[in-house]
């Protein structure tokens, strides 16, 4: 029986699905989007080098330029960096990275914003109260500028070895706790709207608890702006990491990511091995176009006022 | 009306004194100033005077309350590197910065707002799309991968522009600007321009979104049926009312060009904030962190009140208090 | 304000020097010149930056020996006592003339900053003979102070006296800024116009310098520019005439464009691999399952000479460096006291050699560890870095590397050494093979100022007794022997696998002729601008 508080589109419904046809840009970004990913799980078996294993890597091939260049050579198309690494296997694989804290970072961002909105918006009182003066806080301060401090904390309190161990984590956190206010706010937003709905009011006097109340019929309601919010907050956040590795507070230069390849290449830029920086710079910015004109897509298509 | 400022003026420095026990808690747990400043010739004697000098090892309530009185006197530290008091400092590089952000959001409006207006008001035609298109292109490139190649295009290639500095400054009573020398112009170009343009996509993407919004609105098609001339219902009704959003959203696009500018002055090696900010981080510079991290709240408390109280000026609705709104009459 | 009269002075003459046709020099480098005060740091750029200002003791030749200055002669007149005869008729830069007095109470004041304890700790003195002579009473006897009064700089008394700067400016001292961070009085060939650390300090030709001039420059400004592609920019397009830290990979294309020359000189330091030689159990070090290790493999010779034997220094100059650097095969380089030539030579690269030694000590399957690598303050280290890691992984040992910035480099190393392996510069500051052993490779005892800089924690009892029989000796044949012995010893037990030399290189731009010395000093006086 179909709920009639329950505005979720449904794919079988083919709306989405068929506004999503309708869209070559929509279709061409999810295109893009699939091709690198799949590339980017396929790393481990189509990489010629692999930047972890450090045996596979001989400074004797370090430095050469893409193979339409004079002194480039077969099987390195892209050209290799100052130690020998193949360019194409360390876009693969900081694609692989910079894909992973992303995601990594947006799910912790909608985790903790959804759960901290929900409780703010449904409960209120005090600890609703205190939920968004501490969004107020964070909103306060830019992104980039919590991160950044985040990235130096963790520097200062942990010993090197563990900086290294958990440069990853550590960088998610940053950016993952920099963006739960924009969820928290969205979550909260839609939950006051909904809470005072005849719906809810009698799901309480028919005796459900808050979160089932949550999980069944809020929940759903906040899904789409949540799921447009999320996939541009992914956009947000793998540039997110490039800025703070370039800046040299993100990932260090052993893990490699699409930031931290910009940042050792990019001292190579005027000095004719272009190929260095160039290559992850438009890694970088075709992922994050795609993503974003996908979120773009997204957000219209879900958004039923502007069809 | 007045019950709302005092509300908000109470938010404001609530928000303001957690944020100076957090800048102050995060700073002093970042890294030992200690070996930095010293180096590695330091005796473990030096080291434990330097900290006895520098109130390293008193409680965490004492050195908060010092931190925080110093501050409300104005007295904001001496830079553990270059033992210069950290107000100086920032007062000399504030300017900097503030030129590079104004000069930023000028071109970002002045851009941004026109491609936005033709985006919606020739909204299905291939220009606006494709428009809106390359707009997503200009979020997508972070803001030091635009710098980069400005760089390499107007400097290094054409010798046009500068690649680095303020060029000359002129010194006006505390500030110093770069706008009175052409010198300083040029060396404003490049780096405003990188800054720019992710926000000029922003602003048009906003002011596009927003004009659809208005011209779906009830009044709008009134005002056609009523016979007025596309041009005067576009510039005038629902111009209007886009601008409201547009300009607070730029107001707080103004801090986070700041926050950008960041980026923009690393690469640039512009003497701002943002640089002073990178570099003491990076040398465990304590009381430029702490300070810097502090007038940052203060600032972006001070627009986020401000934006506030404009929004109830604006909107009736707002002033019982209630969720942000948007105007939506004529 | 004192700030906005030197702007507008500076402004002023920067004009006027445009005008009268006057040579005016823009050099531009890697790191900001901290401060003004000579005695208040020790940092290498900045030292390279007010030696234009302040002259010292004794001063440098472009071939780094050991020439008069301030100082005309000095002699060693027993009990523990150098004498300097003071030159005559030299002018600080407001026109006071130079008394005995000044230096000594620049000796004393130098002598009792925080950096330069290893330097200058052991005077106890500097007696005020007569109007041109000054007496330094050192603790012990010290064969080698005279290199080292290559760094210490002399200043004006009276001015010290008159701008409240008597004592070294106090750090995190509240209160108005010290006089001496950015004002400056000295001897030296330059004027200090204007100090801004992060942006530019300037300098004007002082007409009355007691030595002579060979170059033309009237005016210059040095800026700090850190990203190595703005600096490379600028000097390219014609912002900066010169630049001091031009990044290895830009030499071809400065090279490359019309008019630019590069001069090169080696550093007067070399980068070596440090290991462990005293825990008992290694840090970060692990067996293949993940186990620590029970025992520290840096301590046995053999694991050493396996590294030794493992890294590929001649690749590393030659492809990470680009070859602008030296191979160094002892504990010692060219332009040291002390350096034996035919010692000189590195250990072979012979990958199953290691691996025999390897097994030998116990490790047929080789072993993971972690090296610290310090990014930014040396020359391409995050390359030398992973190019070490690569080529260990070829004997089995698994190398991650751990890179950080210097200021937490130098923390680690200075709360503990808190490292069993990593890559450090080393470079003694008196510039003698005496000082390399002493302060880096004796073991650490730093109470009795021994091993004061040994991160690596080697220790060698014979090596120790040497060391310090070579600290007393005078007699010239009798330390080069010791020399020789020292520096075979050390090699042979592997205190440090010595990498490379690294070259400073400068760009400058058609007409500029600036001599390059190997202590990386723009010496302003002789630079030719066309």
Known sequence: ?307 | ?330 | MLKHTLMGAAAALALTAGMAGAENLRFAGATPALTMDPHATNDFTTTAIFRQVYDSLIGLSLDMELTPALATEWDYIGDNTWRFTIREGVQFHDGSALTAEDVAFSIMRQKDSRFYRSLFGGIQEARVVDATTVDVVSAGPDPILPRKMSRMFILSQAWAEANDVVDIPDLGAEGAEAHSIRNAMGTGPMRLLSHDPSVETRFEAFADYWDEMPGNVTTATYLNIGSGPTRVAALLSGEVDMVVDLPLQDIGRVEAAPGYTIAEAPQMLWMQLEMDGTRDQALETFDRAGNPLAENPFRDTRVRQAIAHTVDANLIADRVMRGKARVVGSASIPGFGGYQEDLDQRWETDLDRARELLAEAGYPDGFVTTMNCPLERYINTDDICRAVASMLARVGIDVRVNGMVWPEFARMLVNGPDSSFHLIGMGPDSRDTQDSFTGYVMTRNPDANEGFFNWALFSKPEIDELTRTLTVTFDEDEREGLYRDLLGRAREQVNAVYLHQPMIVWGMRGGVNAPIRSDATVTLQNVVVE
């Open chain 2, 1 to 330: 009306m007045i019950a709302l400022i005092a509300q908000r003026i109470a938010q404001a420095i609530v928000v303001l004194f957690v944020v100076s026990v957090l800048a102050f808690l995060l700073s002093t747990q970042i890294g030992d100033p200690v070996a930095s400043i010293l180096g590695l010739q330091a005796t473990p004697e030096d080291r434990l005077e330097l900290r006895a000098a520098l109130g390293l090892d008193d409680p965490w309530p004492t050195r908060y309350l010092e931190f925080v009185t110093n501050v409300l006197r104005g007295e904001l530290g001496v830079s553990y590197i270059t033992q210069r008091p950290v107000s100086e400092l920032i007062v000399e590089r504030l300017p900097a910065t503030f030129e590079l952000a104004g000069v930023a959001l000028l071109f970002s409006l002045g851009v941004g707002l026109p491609i936005g207006i033709y985006a919606a008001i020739n909204r299905g035609r291939w220009s606006a799309d494709a428009i809106l298109s390359l707009s997503v292109i200009g979020v997508s490139v972070p803001t030091f991968v635009i710098a980069i190649l400005l760089i390499f295009l107007f400097s290094v290639t054409l010798g046009w522009l500068p690649s680095f500095g303020r060029g000359q400054v002129v010194q006006v009573g505390w500030w110093t600007t770069g706008l009175l020398t052409p010198s300083g112009l040029k060396a404003l170009i490049m780096p405003a321009a990188a800054l720019a343009v992710s926000q000029v996509a922003l602003v048009a993407r906003l002011v596009r979104a927003e004009m659809i919004e208005v011209l779906r609105a009830d009044y709008i098609r009134f005002a056609r049926a009523r016979g007025l001339k596309p041009r005067v219902i576009h510039l005038s009704l629902a111009l209007r009312n886009t601008l409201i959003p547009v300009i607070t959203v730029s107001g707080i696009q103004l801090g986070f060009l700041f926050a950008f500018a960041v980026v923009a002055e690393a690469v640039f090696q512009w003497p701002g904030i943002g640089l002073l900010f990178l570099q003491a981080l990076g040398s465990t510079d304590v009381p430029i962190i702490s300070a810097i991290l502090l007038l940052t709240a203060a600032f972006f408390v001070a627009i986020n009140t401000i934006v506030d109280l404009l929004y109830a000026v604006v909107d009736p609705r707002l002033r019982a208090g209630g969720l942000n709104g948007r105007p939506a009459g004529a």
């Open chain 1, 1 to 307: 029986m179909s709920d009639p508080s329950d505005t979720r589109p449904r794919l079988r419904d083919s709306d989405l699905l068929r506004a999503f046809m309708d869209s070559t840009q929509a279709m061409v970004a999810f295109l893009v989007l699939t091709l690198l990913i799949i590339a980017v799980l396929l790393a481990p078996f189509i990489a010629l080098t692999n930047p972890y294993d450090l045996a596979t890597l001989d400074l004797l091939n370090s430095r050469i330029p893409p193979v339409w260049i004079d002194g480039g050579e077969w099987p390195y198309l892209l050209g290799t960096d100052s130690q020998g690494a193949d360019m194409i296997s360390l876009i693969l694989y900081g694609m692989r990275t910079s894909l992973m804290v992303g995601v990594l970072a947006v799910m912790l961002s909608v985790t903790i914003g959804t759960i901290l909105g929900l409780i703010s918006g449904y409960f209120g009182g005090w600890a609703g109260t205190i939920i968004m003066r501490a969004a107020d806080v964070q909103f306060t301060f830019p992104a980039i500028i919590l991160a950044l401090l985040i990235g130096g904390l963790a520097k200062g309190v942990l010993t090197p070895t563990a900086q290294a161990q958990f440069a990853i984590p550590m960088v998610v956190l940053a950016l993952g706790i920099s963006h739960w206010p924009h969820f928290a706010r969205l979550v909260r937003g839609a939950v006051l709207v909904e809470r005072n709905k005849d719906y809810v009011a009698a799901a309480r006097l028919a005796g459900r608890g808050p979160f089932t109340i949550m999980r069944r019929h809020l929940l759903p309601n906040v899904v789409n702006p949540i799921a447009v919010l999320a996939t541009l907050d992914i956009a947000f956040a793998v540039m997110g990491e490039a800025t703070l590795s370039f800046l040299g507070f993100g990932l260090p230069p052993t893990e490699p990511s699409l930031g931290t390849l910009i940042r050792s290449g990019y001292n190579y830029l005027f000095s004719g091995e272009w190929w260095l920086v160039i290559f992850p710079a438009l890694a970088l910015m075709v992922l994050v176009v795609a993503v974003n004109l996908f979120g773009d897509w997204l957000r219209d298509a879900l958004n039923p006022q502007l069809r």
